[in-house]
T-cell receptor
Framework: GENVEQHPSTLSVQEGDSAVIKCTYS??????FPWYKQELGKRPQLIID?????GEKKDQRIAVTLNKTAKHFSLHITETQPEDSAVYFC????????????FGQGTRLTINP | GAGVSQSPRYKVAKRGQDVALRCDPI?????LFWYQQALGQGPEFLTY????????KSGLPSDRFFAERPEGSVSTLKIQRTQQEDSAVYLC????????????FGQGTRLTVV
């Protein structure tokens, strides 16, 4: 089955700097890669996703890149703000079947003012 | 409702007790998923429904776990004879039909088995 590895487990950056979180996956049939943000005690919320037919997607300060050959994808947050502090999860799934999400272990991002 | 609703938010159960966790998905959402999130970990898939049909239950950790969605809307996750290792947050998610549409999560039920 699919296995998703996420790094780093914790990340601390100065406000205004960029943050990068990386994930690798094992199942070459996976073709949908969402990123979720989870604040303490709250529900995971989708912040951006990418499908395997594109290599990069951007939404304001957030971007995701995908390298299908290497089976890795990354989240980039620019001009970080204190409200970006949260745990971020990457995930992977196939378009067919149950489309269940396989999550990485999470990255706790702290933005220092 | 505006989003996926789960109840109760918190549940403390004595070891050996049975529990039932409820999920109200977003109206019209065909797909419903249950995930288990241990402390400090990512959510792990338990089971998936498409309408009332349970199409995948490969993630259920043991036969003590049972899920149902009899009318294709509300779902219940039941855990029999709870054990300490069952302590976790149980998340429900729903999505529209179709390929890889966004999954909306509920706030979860935090189960603590003492």
């Amino acid at each position: 089955g699919e296995n998703v590895e996420q790094h780093p487990s914790t990340l601390s950056v100065q406000e205004g700097d960029s943050a990068v979180i990386k994930c690798t996956y094992s199942d070459s049939a996976s073709n949908y890669f969402p990123w979720y943000k989870q604040e303490l005690g709250k529900r995971p919320q989708l912040i951006i996703d990418i499908r395997s037919n594109v290599g990069e997607k951007k939404d304001q300060r957030i971007a995701v890149t995908l390298n299908k050959t290497a089976k890795h994808f990354s989240l980039h947050i620019t001009e970080t703000q204190p409200e970006d502090s949260a745990v971020y999860f990457c995930a992977a799934s196939r378009m067919s079947g149950a489309q269940k999400l396989v999550f990485g272990q999470g990255t706790r991002l702290t933005i220092n003012p | 409702g505006a989003g996926v609703s789960q109840s109760p938010r918190y549940k403390v159960a004595k070891r050996g007790q049975d529990v039932a966790l409820r999920c109200d998905p977003i109206s019209g959402h065909v797909s419903l998923f249950w995930y288990q999130q241990a402390l400090g970990q990512g959510p792990e898939f338990l089971t998936y429904f498409q309408n009332e049909a349970q199409l995948d239950k490969s993630g259920l950790p043991s036969d003590r776990f049972f899920a149902e969605r009899p009318e294709g809307s509300v779902s219940t996750l039941k855990i029999q004879r709870t054990q300490q290792e069952d302590s976790a947050v149980y998340l429900c998610a729903s999505s529209l039909a179709g390929r890889n549409t966004e999954a909306f999560f509920g706030q979860g039920t935090r189960l603590t088995v003492v």
